[in-house]
């Protein structure tokens, strides 16, 4: 039985308290809103995220940070944009020896680092990790079967995945954190054009192939910024993004689809209650590519689809007249 705190209590966030109070851990589930906190303490749920997913008797619901050497983990649940805020507030009480998870899958915008990264900046923590894969909140909650990757140093991943695997959740280990983070990013990019494709209703083929295509754009900025390829083979790299552009769960492939459908990519932000990080992401990712010499055509019209208002139909059609050459 291990003390676990994690930041954060979105639908991933509470999903992930449920997992590990329900295999016997103690957890500490922290939500910044008072308001909030107090709804969920009250109700034993998380009725915003999760409705209906009632909260095992050891995970507790805080407002508070304090304390934090009672911990023998952190989780981090929080949406990429919002991690460096979030930790530059515990920076001066983090103990460096608390070993730090991110959840989070995105680029930050600014500074085009991945979450861990910036967490490295923002804490003292030595030891940073990331747990990755196909895994939607809704499912895992609920008890139903997934299979993810921990990556960072090898005793700490492993260490991790022991905390965490339950008979409904396995966890594999890896040591390349570059390559599962990258997966996570830019897999939400992917899911959004492959959500147009859905909206426009062009068809499975036409589907298949972007999803290929995609996995083929996120490997070449993999190798190029020194990841491994066969993570991208992996549960990281096609295992989640084949999740993430097929499932009714995906907010990625809702968003896509309601573009592909007409609607204005700003409307449909601002009517989601939860964060789509793909758009988020995909303009961070392009620069990322552009630095390292990198084409990723399906990253590119996707960024003007939802970024500089180009016509959805359109941007399919660009991809499709490209110039000829070998797979």
Not at 103 to 109: A, D, F, N, T
Not at 245 to 267: A, Q, V, W, Y
Request: charged content about 20%.
């Amino acid at each position: 039985m291990a003390e676990v705190l994690i930041i954060g209590a979105g639908s991933w966030g509470t999903a992930f308290g449920v997992l590990l109070a329900g295999a016997g851990h103690n957890v500490t589930l922290y939500e910044r809103l008072p308001e909030y906190a107090r709804e969920m303490a009250a109700k034993r749920q998380n009725p915003t995220f999760l409705p209906d997913i009632p909260f095992p008797e050891s995970l507790q619901v805080s407002n508070e940070l304090d304390g934090l050497e009672r911990f023998q983990w952190c989780i981090s649940a929080v949406p990429t944009r919002f991690v460096r805020s979030e930790f530059t507030r515990l920076a001066e009480h983090y103990p460096a020896d608390l070993p730090l998870v991110s959840l989070s899958k995105g680029i930050e915008q600014e500074t085009l680092k991945f979450p861990t990264q910036v967490l490295a900046e923002c804490t003292s923590a030595k030891h940073l990790l990331c747990l990755s894969g196909p895994s939607h909140a809704e499912e895992v909650a609920r008890g139903l079967p997934a299979v993810v990757v921990s990556a960072g140093d090898e005793s700490r991943a492993q260490a991790l995945a022991e905390l965490v695997s339950t008979p409904s959740f396995r966890v594999y280990y890896s040591t390349d954190l570059a390559g599962v983070e990258l997966s996570g990013a830019a897999k939400n990019v992917v899911a959004i054009a492959a959500g147009i494709v859905d909206g426009l209703k062009l068809g499975d083929n036409a589907k298949a192939a972007l999803i290929a295509r995609g996995l083929a754009e996120i490997v070449r900025l993999g190798l190029a910024t020194g990841a491994e390829e066969r993570t991208f083979s992996g549960l990281s790299g096609i295992g989640d993004l084949f999740t993430t552009c097929t499932s009714m769960h995906g907010r990625n492939l809702r968003f896509g689809r309601r573009i592909g459908e007409g609607e204005k990519p700003d409307e449909i932000i601002a009517s989601m209650q939860m964060v789509v990080e793909g758009y988020n992401t995909a303009r961070a990712l392009r620069e990322l590519a552009r630095q390292q010499n990198v084409e990723m055509p399906i990253c590119e019209e996707v960024c003007n689809v939802i970024y500089d208002g180009a016509d959805a139909r359109e941007a399919v059609t660009r991809l499709m007249t490209r110039s000829l050459k070998a797979e």
